[in-house]
């Protein structure tokens, strides 16, 4: 199986985790001072999310021979074919939806979480990034 798309999808991740590292704090006073930070905050999260549904989706139908119909079952395909472990496909996929929801919801309502919402994404997609890149390492075929 080629795994290059794979490759190509987590230097994008890479580098939308960096940048969201580099934004500085995301505390009530910045996102009122700045409220377009919010929304590209949001919108890298959303992008993450779709890359790794691409990646998953892509792991999945090369091993599973399935093709998940939504991010969060492409985690637990994901889960299942070993490229993540069980909590980061829980901590990608909470049961209040996914970060960049989470994050669209509280930029108005609560801004004070806004900063550990994205925190816990953060840390989720490093890891997430990690370890497919271990997995893809490992896997047969050219990567």
């Known amino acids: 199986m080629d795994w290059s798309p794979v490759g190509h999808r987590l230097h994008t991740m890479r580098k939308s985790i960096d940048w969201l590292d ?3 704090p995301l505390d009530a ?3 009122a001072g700045d409220p377009t930070i919010g929304l590209v905050v949001e919108r890298i999260l959303a992008l993450l999310d779709g ?3 691409a990646i998953n989706s892509h792991v ?3 091993v599973l021979g399935e ?3 939504s991010p969060a079952s ?3 395909a994901a889960r299942r074919t070993g490229l993540i472990r069980d909590r980061t496909a829980r901590d990608l996929a909470p049961a209040d ?3 960049h ?3 669209q919801l509280c930029l108005d309502s609560d801004p004070d979480e806004v900063a550990a919402i994205v925190a816990t994404a953060l840390a989720g997609y490093r890891d997430y990034v990690r370890q497919v890149t271990c997995w893809t390492a490992a896997a047969p075929g050219p990567g």
């Open 101 to 103: 929801v989470l994050l």
């Open 51 to 53: 890359v790794a549904f």
């Open 29 to 31: 006073a910045r996102l």
């Open 97 to 99: 939806g996914p970060p």
């Open 67 to 69: 093709t998940p119909g």
């Open 60 to 62: 999945a139908s090369a």
């Open 22 to 24: 580099a934004a500085g």
């Open 74 to 76: 492409s985690l637990e």
